[in-house]
């Protein structure tokens, strides 16, 4: 059985910093996702980092966020820095397996300003 399991999030100053935590088991995922969305919009992809390290991010948050691998083979993290307001969303991870993508239950960040 596949799981998605997300931590951290919470409330932060512009200009602040936090970092989210996600860990997926149940299957061989070549690639893990951050995610975010605000109600009522599209889900907008954050950051993807591959079986091999490769990254890729938004344009939005590009020099500002870095995806990384964990302890655990399928542990990743999204430090943040320099939250701006619009950064505020709920963040989702996907662990994309065969044909389905799995997700997390999603955290909310809140960038006050």
């Known amino acids: 059985q596949v799981q998605v399991v997300e931590s951290g999030g919470g409330l932060v100053q512009a200009g602040g910093s936090l970092r989210l935590s996600c860990t997926a088991s149940?299957?061989?995922?070549?690639?893990m996702c951050w995610y975010r969305q605000t109600p009522g919009k599209q889900r907008e992809l954050v950051a993807a980092?591959?079986?091999?390290?490769?990254?890729n991010y938004a344009d939005s948050v590009k020099g500002r966020f870095t995806i990384s691998r964990g302890n655990g083979k399928y542990t990743i993290h999204l430090q943040m820095s320099r939250l701006k307001a619009e950064d505020t969303d709920i963040y989702y991870c996907?662990?994309?397996?065969?044909?389905?993508?799995?997700w997390g239950q999603g955290t909310q960040v809140t960038v006050s300003s």
């Open positions: 996907s662990a994309p397996l065969g044909s389905r993508e799995y």
């Open positions: 149940g299957g061989i995922f070549s690639i």
């Open positions: 980092i591959s079986s091999r390290d490769s990254t």
